[in-house]
């Protein structure tokens, strides 16, 4: 058995010795430079772009402007699975060029020359004129009557309010002696800052346009390009290589379309499009940032009698994944804690910041960090115990949603505190540290999550798989779901090995997906890659071996069921002979006089199951309270992800997304300048990225309690590791000062705001 | 791919000065870590640029007849921090180097491009202040040298002549001899990372190490260029060993500086962490010097 060992990655030896080829590097040198011209302002029309200059550059070939758009084919950029339902598709409101700006960064125009430098010196030539309107930043002033509107079928730019009704919110906060603790939670715009910036080249061939992208989603963007451009989908080849780190920013439609109709502009020829980090940050996605009202209603008991969130959630100026990550975090909210009177609203609002999308987590971390610091201003107003509190509260083994019928089957939270609480030496620690005095405090605190794994009942979806049988025996796999960095090629061939039943090394992962060959799914997204690809890795294997084991029969006489494959071989169950290699076998059937045959398997499994998946952090921190500075001195993540396939793999994957979480909690923050819509900080300078010297070492622990409903016993990972690592680091620097941060991140700005606040520093002038 | 118009790569600091002279727009580049930043964000788009990284004669400490610590303006961070020299007379400047970017930019980067770039947040820049560094330039007229506070004019601006090479950094035995010294690096995070506030203290104490005899105070991104703080600094002069010298020295700092209210950090937020690194800095250097502080 492969799974649950930690083998090499399959693409181990490439990556390290700098032979993996990754979107640039396929790129020919012969392509054309398009960059794209950016809006300098926050709101408003394009009246006039003047490109008289800028053309006489030399080297320039094309200057496209927003007014050559003649047919306006709206798209939606979602990383989603299409609806045919138009009322479930995504909101289609974006062109590749646009004359209507609604943000500071917005596409107007673009080049394409024949190297970077012609292309910049045009760009900075361009003279552009524009009708401006006022803009708004703020997701609660732009809920407001008479605010500059963005879009108008969006009255009050809000893009969609769901609510949630249990019980009987009003009676229930009429019990005697119920206590009230009520805050506001607000986590920051923040970006994914993947190593690779988004990517993609664009050339035709006959009347098709290959387009080949930094996706995490291939048959997604097949589609969507066909839509922005308005031709037949099959005329549209995706192509995806290696990636550098994606996070959820390449699970949306970028500049895919734009850069394919630039290359139909130029005759077809090989048009490449390499954003630059700066324009990463302003014009691909960013988290939501989300403004979180809570009010709990709390007996003396320690338990919720009723509870109430408003969450506004600050979409930017487009849809793309829209209402769907607040909708995600607030129907969490009544799950993670269990109550039986509960009023929720959420709220997803347009304004004139750079578009949010989907981002490891998806609405998750901004949920967990108001409702785990929310616990613990509960825990506190009732003098209670951080621990006891969330053992008397969390959801408890046996509870099932009702919409996704997804089951909590063993006592996952405790199971997940208790070893967490072990690794870091909680208890010892919780008692020294309460009551310290002093300019330099230590504190530790905790905060938990829960996720999903997949998409269903939301959508139908699901995964194909293929496998071809080679002279050798060996075989190559191929899936939709794609590798993004995060190890899924090592796990689907792990996978495949175990279910047919030969060495991993003779599983030849095809790692990029090609949309004119590899199976139809729908790329990588919430943190079902091992989890919906098990499904049709299983399915398909044995789809193989059937076949194999029923030419084995025609070779060996051997009836089918007296016959397994193991290791490589065909062999005699009975009395375990081997009968036969399978390269043997595979050669015969491709070069047989009497019965020839090219053995492959294909099939298409659906998923129509989701698995829970859960665990904590826990945090130790050091606050130099005079210097406003939190150092973390130690953290654990502990998860209970079902069964691990690859447990060095999942320790990497928890080690990043803690990565992750502890710059949402401690330092990240895009900003923008209040009086121009500009954002000021987007490149890695000044946009405070956590760096190796402020990680301490990272730790992740496992509970493996098996998922009955997947196809190897696994469930999500890839995302829950950055959700609930900034709420834990917030609940330990309250622990160490007594200061709840509750506007994320905990930098040094906001410290020093609530340390002032508090008198924990003084007025030195 | 970047907008340079031309490359001349000087082989000695004659053959720069003679560049220098024939393309009078041209830039001077050393590692490059500043220069092609800025080339990159198309604030010098098509320039001529002078590279004068190849001239070794540039690179090296070593003691001048003097007695002065000579550093050449090639040195790079990483070649300051690990110097005998420098590790034995001023420990505090190998120290404060080794806070710059990361260990790529250590590496290429040289204190002569951190202080011709002329900005304030630069990390050797506050405490070559603090040592009373000299600049050496040498030009189509000869050698001059100048103290460093003369030689910054403004934000970005220092005084190198038309054609003029910054050759060395001197610090004289007078200013390091019996003077310790530490250096705080205000910034958020702790790599990769430009200061929003940095001083760097050194201090003499008297023979008995009772009182300070001498207290050099000097601050980054505390105005648009380094600069010294001459009332905290008289103020500590001849002060008892205590935490309220420490307190009232570090206080009086704020009648000196006047750092910049900006989205990188608000002024009242800078001004007091410039007085708590002052205390800290003052401490540690006061403790260097085998001083005891009474409480």
Redesign the interface.
């Known amino acids: 058995m492969y799974a649950g060992q930690s083998v090499k990655r399959v693409d181990a030896f490439d990556k390290v010795t700098g032979r993996t080829k990754y979107t640039d590097d396929l790129c020919d040198r012969k392509a054309y430079i398009a960059r794209v011209l950016h809006s300098t302002i926050a709101n408003g029309k394009v009246l006039r772009i003047d490109t008289s200059e800028a053309e006489k550059v030399p080297g320039v070939v094309k200057i496209v402007t927003c007014f050559d758009l003649k047919e306006k084919h709206y798209y939606p950029t979602a990383g989603h699975p299409w609806s045919t339902d138009p009322s479930h598709q995504d909101v289609a409101d974006r062109l590749m060029l646009t004359e209507r700006v609604r943000f500071y960064g917005d596409d107007i125009a673009a080049v394409v020359a024949e190297d970077e430098v012609a292309a910049a010196q045009a760009l900075h030539l361009i003279r552009v004129d524009y009708e401006e309107y006022p803009f708004v930043l703020d997701v609660q002033k732009a809920m407001e009557d008479g605010a500059p509107q963005l879009h108008e079928a969006y009255p009050n730019n809000i893009l969609k309010h769901t609510q949630i009704r249990l019980g009987d919110y009003e009676k229930a906060i009429q019990e005697p002696g119920l206590i009230k603790v009520e805050g506001w939670y607000e986590t920051p715009v923040v970006q994914h800052c993947h190593i690779e910036n988004f990517i993609c080249y664009a050339e035709m061939e006959g009347n098709r346009i290959t387009v080949v992208s930094s996706t995490q989603i291939p048959h997604i963007v097949r589609r969507v390009v066909g839509q922005a451009l308005g031709i037949e989908w099959g005329r549209v080849r995706i192509v995806k290589p290696y990636l550098g780190g994606g996070f959820g920013n390449k699970q949306d439609i970028l500049y895919e379309p734009l850069c394919a109709w630039l290359s139909m502009l130029t005759g077809g020829h090989l048009v490449k499009l390499d954003v630059p980090r700066e324009e990463t940050f302003v014009c691909t996605r960013t988290r939501h940032s989300i403004r979180n009202h809570i009010i709990s209603w709390v007996r003396p008991d320690g338990t919720y009698a009723a509870r109430k969130l408003e969450a506004f959630s600050d979409q930017g100026a487009y849809a793309s994944h829209g209402h769907s990550i607040c909708a995600k975090g607030a129907g969490a909210f009544p799950q993670l804690y269990p109550c039986k009177n509960v009023e929720v609203d959420a709220y997803t609002v347009f304004t004139n910041k750079s578009v949010a999308g989907a981002m490891r987590g998806y609405g998750i971390p901004q949920a967990m960090w108001a409702v785990e610091s929310h616990t613990e201003d509960v825990v506190a107003a009732l003098g209670d115990d951080p621990l006891a509190f969330r053992r008397r509260n969390l959801m408890p083994k046996g509870y099932v949603d009702g919409f996704s019928k997804n089951e909590l089957y063993e006592d996952s939270f405790n199971q997940c505190l208790d070893k967490a609480m072990a690794a870091i030496d909680y208890e010892r620690k919780y008692k020294e540290y309460q009551n310290q005095t002093g300019d330099v405090r230590r504190g530790i605190g905790m905060a938990v999550f829960w996720y999903n794994t997949a998409v269903w009942p939301i959508s139908l979806e699901s995964s194909s798989c293929r496998m071809v049988l080679n002279q050798d025996g060996s075989f190559q796999l191929q899936v939709a779901e794609t590798e993004i960095g995060q190890g899924a090629d090592t796990a689907f061939a792990q996978m495949a090995a175990d279910v047919v039943g030969v060495p991993l090394e003779k599983v030849h992962v095809v790692s990029c997906q090609d949309t004119d060959i590899t199976p139809f799914g729908t790329g990588a997204y919430a943190s079902r890659q091992t989890y919906v690809a098990g499904f049709s890795i299983r399915q398909t294997g044995l789809l193989l071996k059937e076949r194999i084991l029923d030419y084995a029969h025609e070779l060996t006489r051997m009836p089918v069921f007296n016959l397994d494959i193991k290791n490589g071989n065909i062999v005699r169950i009975t009395d375990g002979r081997v009968l036969m290699s399978l390269g043997e076998l595979a050669t015969q059937a491709l070069y047989s006089l009497s019965d020839s045959r090219h053995i492959t398997a294909e099939s298409t499994y659906q998923i129509k199951s989701n698995a829970y998946s859960f665990g904590c952090t826990i945090a130790e921190v050091e606050v130099d309270i005079p210097m406003c500075k939190t150092k973390l001195l130690n953290v654990v993540n502990c998860h209970d992800a079902g069964k691990l396939i690859n447990p060095a793999l999942a320790e990497a994957q928890v080690h990043g997304g803690m990565s992750m979480g502890i710059g949402f909690g401690l330092s990240e923050k895009l900003i923008y300048d209040e009086k121009t819509g500009r954002p000021l900080n987007n490149n890695l300078l000044d946009y405070k990225l956590s760096t190796f010297l402020d990680h301490p070492r990272l730790m992740a622990e496992f509970v493996q309690n098996p998922e009955p409903t997947s196809a190897f016993g696994t469930k999500s990972l890839g995302e829950p590791p950055a959700c609930s690592v900034a709420p834990a680091i917030r609940n330990a620097i309250y622990h160490a000062t007594g200061v709840g941060v509750n506007n994320a991140p905990a930098d040094a700005h906001n410290l020093f705001r609530a340390f002032t606040q508090a008198g924990l520093i003084h007025d030195e002038r | 791919?970047?907008?340079i118009k031309a490359l001349y790569e000087a082989e000695s600091v004659e053959d720069a000065i003679r560049l220098l002279q024939e393309h009078p727009q041209a830039q001077i580049i050393a590692g490059g870590s500043d220069v092609l930043v800025q080339i990159r964000e198309?604030k010098r788009?098509g320039v001529e640029l002078v590279s004068i990284y190849g001239i070794d004669a540039l690179r090296g400490v070593c003691y001048d007849e003097e007695g002065a610590i000579r550093i050449g303006s090639l040195t790079s961070f990483s070649h300051i921090a690990a110097d005998p020299i420098i590790r034995e007379q001023i420990p505090v400047l190998g120290e404060a180097v080794s806070l710059v970017g990361?260990p790529q930019i250590r590496n290429i980067g040289t204190i002569g491009g951190n202080t011709c770039n002329g900005v304030t947040s630069a990390d050797s820049a506050s405490t070559l202040f603090a040592w009373d560094a000299i600049v050496e330039l040498t030009g189509p007229e000869g050698i001059r040298h100048l103290p460093i506070r003369e030689f910054y004019i403004k934000a970005g601006v220092v005084d190198l002549k038309p054609a003029e090479v910054q050759t060395a950094i001197l610090i004289p035995k007078s200013s390091y001899e019996g003077y310790f010294g530490n250096y705080i690096k205000?910034a958020?995070?702790?790599?990769?990372?430009?200061a929003n506030l940095g001083c760097s203290v050194n201090v003499a104490l008297s023979e008995d190490r009772k009182v300070i005899r001498d207290a050099r105070i000097a601050y980054g991104v505390a105005g648009p260029v380094p600069m010294r703080t001459p009332s905290a600094e008289a103020l500590a002069k001849g002060q008892e060993l205590s935490e309220e010298t420490i307190g009232k020295v570090?206080?009086a700092v704020?009648q000196d500086i006047h750092p910049r209210d900006s989205?990188?950090?608000?002024k009242?937020?800078r001004?007091?962490?410039a007085?708590?690194?002052a205390k800290r800095a003052l401490r540690q250097s006061i403790l260097l010097g085998g001083g005891v502080i009474r409480e």
């Open positions: 791919m970047y907008d198309g788009a990361g205000y958020m995070r702790e790599a990769m990372d430009i570090a206080r704020l989205w990188r950090a608000a009242a937020f001004e007091h962490i007085v708590e690194i």
